[in-house]
């Protein structure tokens, strides 16, 4: 598993998680899942196949830099092949 952030040439900041597989002893990106622009990343836990990502996003009230409403992200491991089985609340 990794996480990163990915910055198109805009003021965004896409957030995501990837599983990454080993293949002929190489690396191999299976899959990306996106949170959202400038999720704040809290942890990550994994529970049997479940990963969970302890996460704050925007509220309507929030500023862009500024996420306050806790959320968990529910995300199930098959193989490295991720599916993501919650989708964010939209803003508040």
């Given at each position: 598993?990794l996480t990163g952030y990915?910055?198109?040439?805009?003021?965004?900041?896409?957030?995501?998680?990837?599983?990454?597989?080993?293949?002929?002893?190489?690396?191999?990106?299976?899959?990306?899942?996106?949170?959202?622009?400038?999720?704040?990343?809290?942890?990550?836990?994994?529970?049997?196949?479940?990963?969970?990502?302890?996460?704050?996003?925007?509220r309507e009230e929030d500023?862009?830099?500024?996420?306050?409403?806790?959320?968990?992200?529910?995300?199930?491991?098959?193989?490295?092949?991720?599916?993501?089985?919650?989708?964010?609340?939209?803003?508040?």
């Amino acid at each position: 598993m990794l996480t990163g952030y990915e910055n198109t040439g805009g003021s965004g900041c896409w957030v995501f998680l990837g599983s990454v597989l080993n293949k002929n002893n190489l690396p191999y990106l299976k899959r990306l899942i996106y949170f959202g622009d400038r999720v704040a990343i809290d942890s990550v836990k994994i529970e049997n196949d479940t990963i969970k990502v302890y996460s704050l996003v925007h509220r309507e009230e929030d500023g862009l830099c500024c996420p306050s409403l806790p959320f968990v992200f529910l995300i199930k491991n098959e193989s490295g092949d991720l599916i993501q089985l919650n989708d964010k609340p939209k803003a508040q």
